[in-house]
């Protein structure tokens, strides 16, 4: 019994341009009428029709379809399976810590509506890599290197101030970097480096504040942070900030920026 290809195209819901794409790539061969020259499928050709719409599915290419097909191996097979179920258990895990950023995103967003109301949290574990110094960035190729593949697991936040204690006061020093969280990472071999520098798990102050991007960011911006130390007999080790959000408010371009003081664990 013969088929003709606008028939099967129907019955299997694909275009016959595919079909007629996939006998051009030599994935399928139709038998020919030789008295009018038109191409009809039988069955075995139906059956590796919808094997090559099976492996399209799962985003095997051209080239491992026809190995596929050329293959009358079980085990051939189960081995190409296996690695294709590799290949989408890492998709999926990647899109699972998308979902995890977005996640964090929004409770941040959310919790930021409450300026300068200081807490005690646990800071995670974060790792820190400084991609600009006193205005001045880094420039050699391993850094660039690097942080391009840092940018690849960056949340939604991403630029951090570092701000540095002189004389028992912090101010902004002009040094930016990338933070990841350790619960990011699915290659910690990008935080195995000498310009990496690891911090927590923590015991912190966590808070949010708001500047004008226009303005410089001062100390006083920090008040209610050292007032809520001071009160609860606290000393501050060092402050990292993250960049959470950028917004117009009138004339001015607004920044919140999510603070984390580590502080003495004896506090």
């Known amino acids: 019994m013969y088929y003709k290809i606008n028939d099967i195209a129907r019955l299997l819901n694909i275009g016959s341009q595919s079909i ?31 094997r090559i719409i099976y492996y399209k599915k799962f985003g095997y290419t051209t080239n491992e379809i026809r190995n596929l ?24 895990d990647k899109l699972q810590m998308e979902l995890a950023k977005i996640d964090d995103t929004l409770q941040s967003l959310s919790e930021s509506a409450e300026f300068d109301v200081c807490r005690f949290e646990e800071m995670d574990k974060v790792y820190y890599l400084q991609y600009c110094k006193q205005r001045q960035l880094a420039d050699y190729d391993e850094y660039h290197k690097l942080l391009s593949q840092w940018i690849e697991f960056m949340p939604l936040t991403n630029s951090s101030p570092s701000f540095e204690l002189i004389n028992g006061s912090f101010h902004h020093a002009c040094n930016y970097g990338l933070i990841i969280r350790d619960k990011y990472l699915l290659d910690h071999n990008l935080v195995n480096n000498e310009n990496v520098e690891m911090l927590g798990p923590a015991k912190a102050i966590h808070c949010y504040i708001k500047c004008t991007i226009n303005r410089k960011l001062s100390v006083k911006s920090f008040d209610s942070l050292f007032e809520f130390a001071k009160k609860e007999h606290c000393t501050i080790k060092r402050i990292i900030g993250i960049t959470l959000a950028t917004y117009n408010q009138k004339n001015d371009r607004i920044r919140i920026h999510e603070i984390w003081a580590i502080i003495d664990s004896a506090c």
Not at 80 to 88: A, M
């Open 69 to 92: 097909l050329d293959s009358d191996s079980r085990e051939y097979l189960q081995q190409s399976l296996k690695e294709k179920r590799t290949d989408l258990q890492n998709t999926i």
């Open 20 to 50: 007629r794409r996939y006998q051009e790539q030599g994935l399928i061969v139709l038998k020919t009428d030789e008295t009018n020259g038109y191409r009809y499928f039988d069955l075995g050709s139906i059956n590796i029709l919808l």
